[in-house]
């Protein structure tokens, strides 16, 4: 996917926002308002405005601030990994082949022992499943810490990933 489909979807997500937080329906049955209930304020051409109304319980420049943030974090992550996995699949071709020619001599147990110990998490000798969750928990984690925007910008980011 190329940078147009990620400002093409950036922009979209921008376009929508404000679709998707309309106020609920609420059933005429269960609740009935009156005027007497609306609070009003009273404006300097002597109008009357319900107060509350017209201000969104969402900042919508928040949102897809948060959005675009996320496209932006996981797209970087996707192509990042990318070059991880082509340096580390590279290095395992040229070393078995330094190997297999007998100019190295490769302890694939120490190997296997450091990659174990790095992402086993539960300390059972076996990196499972709950192990790798929990890294990429950690690592979500750290990626939210201390922002507003939370939900949208992992709305983002998987989307980012996604379609990066």
């Known amino acids: 996917m190329g940078a147009a489909k990620i400002i093409t979807l950036a922009t979209f997500s921008t376009a929508t926002t404000p679709l998707l937080f309309k106020e609920p329906v609420q059933c ?23 107060v509350g109304q017209g201000k969104s319980l969402f900042h919508k420049g928040e949102l897809t601030f948060g959005t675009f943030l996320g496209i932006c974090t996981g ?37 296997e022992g450091g990659y174990t110990n790095s992402l086993d998490v539960d300390k059972n000798g076996k990196v499972t499943r ?23 910008f992992l709305i983002g980011f998987y989307t980012g990933i996604r379609y990066g």
């Open 28 to 50: 005429q049955a269960a609740y009935v308002q009156t005027q007497k209930d609306i609070p009003v304020s009273i404006k300097e051409d002597n109008t009357k405005v319900a």
């Open 130 to 152: 709950r192990d790798i969750q929990s890294k990429w928990q950690t690592f979500i984690n750290f990626l939210t810490n201390n922002i507003q925007f939370k939900s949208s």
């Open 75 to 111: 797209f970087l992550i996707k192509k990042v990994g990318k070059i991880f996995a082509a340096f580390v699949g590279t290095g395992f071709v040229f070393l078995q082949y330094l190997s297999q020619q007998g100019y190295v001599t490769i302890h694939w147990d120490r190997l």
